[in-house]
C-alpha cells in the first residue's frame, strides 16, 4: 500500500516538476521550441470507516485508500504558424469503486492546428449531429480548412470507452466498435448551414462474446436557414439501415429514419420555441443518440403581458409503437401554463412565479389511463447580501380506476454572502417537506429533510473551511422509519512552499439510524488531499 | 462482422455533395419583417457563441479565446443602394467603443483580450453612406464573463453539482439544470425525477469522472458513480455502481443536462413507454460476455408470464401468489408502473435492468447491483439473482398493460454459477 502510493505520488508529481523546470529554464529545452506544460496533480489518500449491524448496506471501500489523477497539457505557445497541444489524464487507485484498474490511461490526445486545417489523435468528441456521432472516439480526426464555405471531415477510430481496453480484455467489454465517419458542412451567411454526414460502424466480438454485433450505414442530413435574432429554423435527417449479428438467435436487419425539425421566434412581445421529431421503430444509431420508435412535439411560448409579467404557455405531446408492432401504443399530452412576475411589487429583486401543469397517458389497452396535475408556485427575493427561495408543489397522480396519490412538496432555502474584514462567509440554509398520500390505501410516506452549513474563506492567511450538516427523516407506512444525519468539514490551505498547490482536509460523518437496530450503519471518512498546479 | 469500409465511397459522395451545396443562399422572405430603409445586425458571435440564442448571461472559456483573445464578429444587411461604412462596437455597455473593429464585406470583426471575472455587455452600431444607423435592439441585451478555467474542468464541476442535487433531492434545483434543448422528452424527465424521489427517499450519491471531452458549446463526460438509497417501498437500502455518460450543454454559464445514456442514474424509474436516456446501441454493459456461445449443462431456458397477482419462480419453472419464498419475480402495475420486483425472503433478491439487449447476448453476470425493482421495458433484458443465491437472466417480449401482464423469456442457472454460456 504504501509503496503504491508513493510511487503514483513521486512519479507524477516529479515528472511534473521536472517538466516544469526543464520548459522553464533549460537552453534548447520545450520552452526554445515555444512550448508551455501546464496541469494539475490531485492525490487523495482516505480512510473510509462503516460500523454497525446494517454495514453491508454501504458502498464504501473498506479501509485505507488512495486516488492520484495526474492531467498534463503540452502546448505550442509561440507565434508560430501552426499550433497544437498534447494532453494526458492517469489515474491510480487501488479503490475499485472508483476505477477497475489500478492503474490507467484515461486520456491522451494530439491536436494540430494549421493552415490545412486541424487534425487530433488520440481522445477526441466525435460530434457531427445527434441522430449520425455523438460519440467520445479513439483514433484519427482531420478536419480540412474551409474552402468556399465548404468544410470537410474525416474520422476513423473506436468508439472505446477505456484505453486499457484496447491492449487488454476491459471487465465489461464485450465488444470493439469501429468507427468510420465523414462531414461535408457548408456554412452560409447568417449562420445558414447544410451539412451531409456519412457514417459506418462495425462491431468485432471480443474473444468468447456473444453479444449482440451491429454493422452500421447511415446517412444524415442537416440544414439550418438564414437566420437572426428574431427567427431561426433548424433540422436534421438521418436514415439508418443495420445489421444485427445475434449469436444464439437469427440475424435480423433494420432500416429506419429519424427526422427533427427545431423553430425559435420572436415577433414583438411574443418569443416561442417548437420542435417536433419523428423517429421510426427500426431507426438504429450506433454512436448517435435517439429514442426509437416516437413521436414527439413540444412548443413553448412567452409573452409580455405587461412589463414584467410573463405569460408561459408550454405543451409537449408524443406517441410510440408507430408501427404498430409493439403491444400497446401510448399517447401522452403535456400541457402546461403560468405567469412569471419579474421585479414584483415595483421590488427589484422579488421574483414569483406560478405554473400548472397537466400529463396524461392514454394506453391503447384502455384501462391504463393516467393522469398526473401538478401545481408550482415559486418565489424568490433577495435582502442585502441574503438571497431566500420558497417553492411548493402539488402533484395529484391519479391512474384511473386504480389508485390516487397527493403530493405536496415544500422546500425553503436562503443563502447568504458576507465580507468581515479578510473573511468571506457563505451561510446556506434549506428545508424541505415531501408527503406522499395514497388515497386509495389512505397511507403515507413522508420525508423531511433541514440542511445547513457555512463556507469560509481567508479565516486565517491562506486557509478556508467548510462545514455542513444534514438530516433528514423518513417516514414510511408499514416499514422503517429512518432517520440521516451527516456531518461534512473540509479545509483547504493554500501552502506557502509552492504557489499554486494546496493542501486539503476533509471528515465526513454518516449515521443512517432506522427503527429496525440491525440494519442501522454509520460511515466516517477522512481524507486528505495535495493538489499541485503547474 | 465489422463494416467494410469504402473510402473511396466516402470520398465520391463528400465532393459530390460538397459540389452540390455550392448555391448561394441570401436572407430570404422567412426572415421576420425589418425595414430595408437602415442597415441591420443580423447575427453576432463572441468567442463563437451565437448571441441570438445565449442566455442574458453566460460565461466563456478557456477554450473560447482565439491566440489568446475574443473574437467578436457580426454579420450585417446594408440598406439597398448603401453600403456600410463604419462601425463601432463597445464592450462595455457603451461606456467607452473600440478602435480596433475591422469591417470586411458584410460583417465587422473585433478582437480584443478579456480580463477575467470582468462582466461585459455588448453594444454596436453600423452606419451606411447615407448616415443611417441599425436599429439597437439589433443586438440582444446580454451580459458575459470570461473565465480562465477550461469548459472541461467546468464539466466536472457541474457533473457533480447535478449529482449533489440529485443526492440532497433537490427537484426544482436540478431540473433547472437542464438544457432547454435536452435530447428527449423533457417533461418525461422531470416526471421520472419526481418518480425517483418518491421511490427513493435519502440518497447518497458520489461520482468520479473519467473522461470529459468538449465539441463546441457541448461536453460528452464518462464517469463511475456509486449510489446508495432508502427505499420508500420496504425501508432496504439499495446500492448502484458502475459507469455511464451524460451529455452537457454550456448555457448561461454553467454545463446543463442535455442528454443521457444507459444506465441511467438519473430518472431511472422513468415509465416503460418513456425514454428520457435518448443514448446509442451500447458497446459494453454490466454484463460481461466471457465463454462459447453455447449454453453451458444444466441451464433452462423457457418462456413465462407474470401478472399483477401472479409471480413466478426460476427453480421450478411455476407461477404462484406474489409473496417472498413464493416466487423470484413479479411485476406492479400500479403507481408509475410497470416494474419488475425480485422477491426477496433470504439474503438476496436482486435485479438490475442490462438495457436494450437480446437474450442470447449475456454469456455471464459479472455485476448484479442492489436493487430489488426495476422499471419493465419491452425488449430490454434484465439479470435476476434470486433469493436462493442463483442467477437468472430475462427478456421482455410483450407488455399488456391492458391485461397487466408481462411476458419473457430466459435462463436459469441452478448450480449457482453466474455462467450460463
Given at each position: 500500500m504504501t509503496k503504491e502510493i508513493l510511487c503514483a505520488f513521486y512519479v507524477s508529481t516529479l515528472a511534473c516538476a521536472q517538466l516544469h523546470a526543464g520548459a522553464k529554464n533549460a537552453p534548447g529545452s520545450l520552452s526554445g521550441q515555444g512550448a508551455a506544460l501546464s496541469g494539475r496533480n490531485r492525490f487523495s489518500v482516505y480512510d473510509n470507516n462503516v460500523s454497525g449491524a446494517g454495514a453491508d448496506s454501504s458502498f464504501l471501500t473498506r479501509g485505507l485508500q488512495y486516488q492520484n489523477d495526474l492531467s498534463l497539457t503540452l502546448d505550442s505557445a509561440g507565434n508560430t504558424n501552426a499550433r497544437w497541444a498534447l494532453a494526458l489524464d492517469a489515474r491510480f487507485t487501488d479503490d475499485r469503486r472508483m476505477d477497475s484498474k489500478e492503474a490507467s490511461l484515461q486520456r491522451i490526445s494530439y491536436d494540430r492546428w494549421s493552415r490545412g486545417g486541424q487534425i487530433s489523435v488520440g481522445d477526441f468528441y466525435g460530434n457531427f449531429t445527434q441522430y449520425s456521432l455523438n460519440q467520445n472516439i479513439k483514433g484519427l480526426r482531420w478536419t480540412g480548412q474551409k474552402i468556399a464555405d465548404v468544410e470537410v471531415t474525416v474520422i476513423g477510430g473506436m468508439a472505446k470507452n477505456r484505453w486499457d481496453e484496447l491492449w487488454e480484455r476491459g471487465e465489461f467489454e464485450s465488444l470493439n466498435r469501429g468507427v468510420e465517419a465523414a462531414r461535408v458542412r457548408w456554412t452560409g451567411p447568417m449562420a445558414s448551414e447544410i451539412g451531409a454526414q456519412l457514417v459506418f460502424t462495425g462491431d468485432r466480438r471480443t474473444a468468447g462474446s456473444a453479444a449482440d454485433a451491429y454493422s452500421q450505414r447511415l446517412f444524415g442530413f442537416s440544414w439550418a436557414l438564414p437566420s437572426n435574432s428574431d427567427l431561426s429554423i433548424s433540422g436534421e435527417s438521418a436514415w439508418s439501415g443495420a445489421g444485427i449479428d445475434r449469436q444464439a438467435a437469427e440475424d435480423s436487419s433494420k432500416w429506419g429514419g429519424a427526422h427533427k425539425i427545431s423553430a425559435r421566434a420572436k415577433l414583438g412581445r411574443w418569443r416561442s420555441a417548437a420542435e417536433y421529431e419523428n423517429v421510426t421503430t427500426d431507426f438504429i444509431t450506433t454512436i448517435g443518440a435517439a429514442s426509437s420508435d416516437l413521436r414527439r412535439w413540444l412548443a413553448r411560448n412567452q409573452i409580455r403581458v405587461a412589463a414584467g409579467i410573463d405569460a408561459l404557455i408550454n405543451a409537449s405531446g408524443y406517441r410510440n409503437n408507430l408501427n404498430g408492432r409493439g403491444q400497446d401504443t401510448v399517447r401522452t399530452f403535456s400541457p402546461e401554463g403560468g405567469l412569471r412576475w419579474s421585479a414584483a411589487f415595483n421590488r427589484p429583486t422579488l421574483n414569483l412565479e406560478a405554473k400548472i401543469r397537466q400529463r396524461r397517458s392514454i394506453h391503447s389497452g384502455g384501462t391504463a389511463e393516467q393522469r398526473n396535475l401538478s401545481g408550482v408556485l415559486s418565489l424568490s427575493d433577495q435582502w442585502g447580501p441574503l438571497n431566500g427561495s420558497l417553492d411548493y408543489e402539488h402533484r395529484n397522480e391519479a391512474r384511473v380506476g386504480q389508485q390516487r396519490n397527493f403530493r405536496d412538496l415544500l422546500g425553503f432555502g436562503l443563502s447568504g454572502f458576507y465580507r468581515v474584514q479578510e473573511i468571506t462567509l457563505r451561510p446556506f440554509v434549506k428545508w424541505d417537506l415531501d408527503n406522499d398520500h395514497n388515497e386509495t390505501a389512505s397511507t403515507d410516506n413522508a420525508a423531511a429533510q433541514a440542511y445547513f452549513g457555512l463556507a469560509a474563506e481567508n479565516i486565517a492567511p491562506r486557509l478556508s473551511a467548510s462545514v455542513s450538516r444534514r438530516r433528514s427523516f423518513m417516514r414510511q407506512a408499514g416499514g422503517d422509519d429512518v432517520i440521516n444525519k451527516l456531518w461534512d468539514l473540509r479545509c483547504n490551505y493554500r501552502v506557502p512552499w509552492r504557489e499554486g498547490d494546496s493542501l486539503e482536509a476533509g471528515f465526513k460523518d454518516n449515521l443512517n439510524d432506522f427503527s429496525t437496530g440491525s440494519k442501522n450503519y454509520r460511515e466516517t471518512v477522512w481524507e486528505v488531499v495535495y493538489v499541485s498546479r503547474l | 462482422m465489422s463494416a467494410g469500409f469504402n473510402f473511396g465511397k466516402v470520398l465520391v459522395v463528400s465532393l459530390l455533395t460538397a459540389a452540390a451545396l455550392q448555391p448561394k443562399a441570401e436572407a430570404g422572405w422567412w426572415i421576420f419583417g425589418k425595414s430595408s430603409g437602415r442597415p441591420e445586425i443580423m447575427k453576432v458571435f463572441v468567442g463563437g457563441v451565437d448571441l441570438s440564442g445565449a442566455e442574458n448571461k453566460f460565461a466563456l472559456f478557456r477554450e473560447n479565446l482565439q491566440d489568446g483573445n475574443l473574437v467578436v464578429k457580426a454579420f450585417f444587411r446594408p440598406a439597398s443602394k448603401a453600403p456600410v461604412a463604419q462601425a463601432r462596437v463597445s464592450v462595455d455597455g457603451g461606456t467607452t467603443w473600440q478602435e480596433k473593429v475591422t469591417l470586411d464585406g458584410d460583417s465587422l470583426t473585433l478582437s480584443f483580450t478579456p480580463q477575467e471575472g470582468k462582466s461585459y455587455e455588448l453594444r454596436m452600431t453600423v452606419t451606411d453612406t447615407k448616415g443611417q444607423e441599425n436599429d439597437p435592439g439589433d443586438v440582444p441585451r446580454v451580459q458575459f464573463s470570461y473565465s480562465r478555467e477550461s469548459a472541461e474542468s467546468v464539466a466536472k464541476r457541474d457533473l457533480l453539482e447535478l449529482a449533489k442535487l440529485y443526492a440532497v433531492r433537490d427537484l426544482r434545483g436540478f431540473v433547472s439544470r437542464i438544457a432547454a434543448d435536452y435530447r428527449g422528452d423533457r417533461s418525461s424527465l422531470e416526471d421520472?425525477?419526481?418518480?425517483?424521489?418518491?421511490?427513493?427517499?435519502?440518497?447518497?450519491?458520489?461520482?468520479?469522472?473519467?473522461?470529459?471531452?468538449?465539441?463546441?458549446?457541448?461536453?460528452?463526460?464518462?464517469?463511475?458513480?456509486?449510489?446508495?438509497?432508502?427505499?420508500?417501498?420496504?425501508?432496504?437500502?439499495?446500492?448502484?455502481?458502475?459507469?455511464?455518460?451524460?451529455?452537457?450543454?454550456?448555457?448561461?454559464?454553467?454545463?446543463?443536462?442535455?442528454?443521457?445514456?444507459?444506465?441511467?442514474?438519473?430518472?431511472?424509474?422513468?415509465?416503460?413507454?418513456?425514454?428520457?436516456?435518448?443514448?446509442?446501441?451500447?458497446?459494453?454493459?454490466?454484463?460481461?460476455?466471457?465463454?462459447?456461445?453455447?449454453?453451458?449443462?444444466?441451464?433452462?431456458?423457457?418462456?413465462?408470464?407474470?401478472?399483477?397477482?401472479?409471480?413466478?419462480?426460476?427453480?421450478?419453472?411455476?407461477?404462484?401468489?406474489?409473496?417472498?419464498?413464493?416466487?423470484?419475480?413479479?411485476?406492479?402495475?400500479?403507481?408509475?408502473?410497470?416494474?419488475?420486483?425480485?422477491?426477496?425472503?433470504?439474503?438476496?433478491?436482486?435485479?438490475?435492468?442490462?438495457?436494450?439487449?437480446?437474450?442470447?447476448?449475456?454469456?455471464?453476470?459479472?455485476?448484479?447491483?442492489?436493487?430489488?425493482?426495476?422499471?419493465?421495458?419491452?425488449?430490454?433484458?434484465?439479470?435476476?439473482?434470486?433469493?436462493?443465491?442463483?442467477?437468472?437472466v430475462m427478456q421482455i417480449t410483450a407488455i399488456n398493460t391492458g391485461a397487466s401482464t408481462i411476458s419473457f423469456r430466459y435462463m436459469y442457472q441452478p448450480s449457482g454459477s453466474p455462467r450460463f454460456r
Open positions: - | 421520472a425525477l419526481a418518480g425517483d424521489f418518491k421511490t427513493y427517499r435519502q440518497i447518497d450519491m458520489a461520482v468520479t469522472p473519467q473522461l470529459v471531452l468538449i465539441s463546441g458549446p457541448e461536453a460528452k463526460i464518462r464517469f463511475r458513480y456509486n449510489m446508495s438509497a432508502v427505499s420508500a417501498a420496504d425501508g432496504s437500502v439499495k446500492n448502484a455502481s458502475g459507469e455511464t455518460e451524460l451529455t452537457l450543454r454550456s448555457e448561461n454559464g454553467s454545463f446543463k443536462l442535455a442528454g443521457m445514456q444507459y444506465p441511467l442514474i438519473f430518472g431511472s424509474t422513468a415509465r416503460s413507454d418513456e425514454n428520457p436516456a435518448a443514448g446509442g446501441v451500447p458497446v459494453d454493459t454490466n454484463s460481461g460476455s466471457t465463454l462459447s456461445g453455447a449454453l453451458l449443462p444444466g441451464v433452462v431456458t423457457g418462456n413465462a408470464d407474470v401478472t399483477q397477482t401472479s409471480g413466478f419462480r426460476f427453480g421450478t419453472r411455476s407461477n404462484a401468489a406474489p409473496a417472498p419464498g413464493s416466487v423470484d419475480v413479479g411485476v406492479n402495475f400500479g403507481g408509475l408502473g410497470p416494474y419488475l420486483l425480485a422477491y426477496s425472503g433470504g439474503s438476496f433478491g436482486y435485479i438490475l435492468n442490462l438495457g436494450y439487449m437480446d437474450l442470447s447476448s449475456v454469456s455471464a453476470i459479472t455485476d448484479i447491483g442492489h436493487m430489488s425493482e426495476s422499471q419493465a421495458v419491452n425488449g430490454n433484458t434484465y439479470a435476476v439473482l434470486t433469493e436462493s443465491g442463483k442467477y437468472a
